[in-house]
């Protein structure tokens, strides 16, 4: 069955530290792997998108990475700020279906002052 | 340029109503699509649409239905509300390959 499943579900650090968010998925063959950010009582939006032969993706402060071979991805976030608290969701677009992603539940990230 | 427009943002409805909730887009994109998140849990994907006068059933289109009679609307109808209908619902928009566009999503309760 394709899963995303991410951890930690849900992670507070200070303003200014660094960290860095997982995405183990079972999702094979697949196209691409995508990150979002979802901020409380809004739409996601999109942050990074890499396909399955790219190793990593940036955005701002804000580093994608996928090991295909692990099926594993990472999202780091560089110098946090208080705008970067929201959820981050993985999301893994199956090669055999255009429209079918496969959404993990996203893990909840507060940055503290 | 309002992006991806979804309303109403909230509604109660009681058990056994129907409603229609609105997406608008004017960003004239292909692709719409429907979801459902409910807490602790991925977006699930409910109906989406590949053109005008296209729709297909994602994985959880039981107890609703949608239409597509422009590029630009893509309401999505719930007929005898259940209490199992309780969520939140995006829409969004894409275009091929590219990452979707979501509205800011509409938060209905059925009690």
């Known amino acids: 069955k394709n899963q995303v499943e991410q951890s930690p579900q849900s992670l507070i650090i200070l303003e200014g530290k660094n960290c860095t968010l997982q995405?183990?998925?079972?999702?094979?063959?697949?196209?691409?792997l995508r990150w979002y950010k979802q901020d409380t009582g809004r739409g996601p939006v999109s942050l990074t998108i890499m396909t399955f032969s790219e190793n990593t993706k940036s955005n701002g402060r804000y580093t994608a990475t996928l090991d295909a071979d692990t099926k594993q991805s990472s999202l780091h976030i560089t110098a946090s700020q208080l705008s970067d608290s929201a959820s981050y969701i993985c999301v893994v677009s199956p090669m055999d279906s255009n429209y079918q992603l496969i959404w993990g539940a996203g893990t909840k990230l507060i940055i503290k002052p | 340029n309002a992006g991806v427009t979804q309303t109403p943002k909230f509604r109660i409805l009681k058990i056994g109503q129907s409603m229609t909730l609105q997406c608008t887009q004017d960003m004239n994109h292909n692709y719409m699509y429907w979801y459902r998140q409910d807490p602790g849990m991925g977006l699930k994907l409910i109906y989406y649409s590949v053109g005008a006068g296209i729709t297909d059933k994602g994985e959880v289109p039981n107890g609703y239905n949608v239409s597509r009679s422009t590029t630009e609307d893509f309401p999505l109808r719930l007929e005898l509300a259940a209490p199992s209908q309780t969520s939140v619902y995006f829409c969004?928009?894409?275009?091929?390959?590219?990452?979707?566009?979501f509205g800011d999503g509409t938060r209905l309760s059925i009690l």
């Open positions: 969004a928009t894409a275009n091929s390959g590219q990452p979707q566009h």
């Open positions: 995405c183990n998925y079972t999702v094979s063959p697949f196209s691409n």
